[in-house]
């Protein structure tokens, strides 16, 4: 049966797993090989992996691409994604983001590898405006952490009516709430140690594709730089992915609902929350020391970096020197896991008290 005529939550079970026969398992062995005897399908470890193209092939029918690439991890995904480019290239991309990928691009933007024009990625005025005599577009919606929406159509439309190219960075919203390929964008990446591995236990990455060629340059660049995965956590990415829509639903439900209680709390003065996704950002009514001090006083809720995982996780951003200077002081991002929505509630609400 064509994954076309399959939901996100029976692609998820079904895809990745070996042909069906008798005696046959139905899960895919871990292929610990670095060496391959010759003539074969494969002739190095850093060239292919058995494991690796079950993972490829699920992120890939659940993107609607034609191919994916797995990688060490996300930033290594991210960082494929703009080697391809030529030297001295124009990439248009969002001044508040994911801190990996603005660290990475201001630094090649100061080195001259790259000119990089930083925009608000949600005022659709200012990006069509940047994007005159650029190459590329890096488009990341919602944003992280502060969850601002870009008019994603739109933008990648007028890009690709410029004969550019486009990366998207789905980490956040998922395939299950937008395919950024069928907008017109060239490249998908997943940090798929967030939501589709989900049990904050690996480090991967991954890119999505249409197009061959842009696939053989991508996965030149993979094995040129050596950033591979490792069999076993692609192993366990793609049986975190098993459980993803599962995982994810129960999680923005979660999420909607407390979005909803922190907005009416006394001792929160902003939420910003999009109306769908597993993140919530929020501004506390008081400074950083107050932050921090609510992120360390939950009981149920871990204080802790990343997202996208089964448990639920909040910090304070700008406690990273390379957080974005306009995400206020006081900004907690709260990755909402799959626990009973109350039980989260009462661990916020004692924690908020700390004020």
């Known amino acids: 049966m064509s994954s076309e005529n399959l939901h996100p939550e029976t692609i998820a079970v079904s895809s990745g797993r070996p042909e069906s026969e008798p005696g046959a398992g139905v899960n895919i062995p871990i292929s610990l090989n670095s060496t391959f005897v010759a003539s074969g399908p494969v002739s190095y470890g850093r060239f292919g992996n058995e494991t690796w193209s079950q993972l490829e092939s699920a992120i890939s029918q659940l993107e609607d691409a034609t191919s994916t690439l797995v990688f060490a991890s996300g930033m290594s995904a991210i960082t ?12 248009v991309a969002s001044h ?4 990996g990928t603005m660290s990475l691009l201001t630094r090649h933007h100061a080195d001259g590898r790259l000119d990089v024009r930083f925009v608000d990625i949600t005022d659709t005025k200012e990006v069509l405006a940047q994007l005159q005599g650029a190459a590329f577009l890096w488009v990341e919606s919602p944003t992280n952490p502060g969850l601002g929406v870009a008019e994603v159509s739109v933008i990648i439309g007028e890009a690709k009516k410029r004969n550019m190219g486009v990366g998207f960075d789905n980490t956040f919203a998922t395939p299950l709430t937008q395919k950024p390929l069928t907008f017109g964008a060239d490249i998908v990446m997943h940090s798929v140690t967030k939501y589709l591995a989900g049990h904050s236990d690996v480090l991967i990455g991954s890119l999505s594709v249409k197009d061959p060629a842009l696939h053989a340059r991508l996965l030149d660049a993979r094995t040129s730089f050596g950033a591979i995965a ?3 956590e692609v192993w366990l990415a793609l049986r975190g992915l098993r459980t993803f829509p599962l995982r994810f639903n129960r999680a923005q439900e979660n999420a909607a609902a407390l979005a909803k209680k922190l907005s009416s709390h006394s001792a929160v003065s902003k939420v910003r929350y999009p109306g769908f996704g597993a993140v919530i950002s929020f501004e506390i009514a008081g400074d950083a020391e107050l932050a ?16 996208g995982g089964i448990e ?8 990273w020197p390379i957080e974005s200077q306009s995400i206020p002081e006081n ?9 009973h929505v109350e039980d989260l509630w009462r661990d916020i609400d004692t924690a908020l008290s700390q004020g």
Do not use: Q
Request: aromatic share 10%; with cysteine.
């Open 230 to 232: 490792g069999p076993f």
């Open 96 to 99: 508040e983001g994911y801190s």
């Open 331 to 339: 900004l907690i991002r709260f990755s909402v896991g799959c626990e």
């Open 312 to 319: 639920s996780t909040w910090e304070r951003r700008r406690r």
């Open 80 to 91: 494929a994604a703009f080697s391809i480019l030529p030297h001295g290239a124009v990439v």
């Open 292 to 307: 921090e001090k609510i992120c360390n006083a939950s009981k149920l809720i871990t204080n802790a970096t990343s997202l």
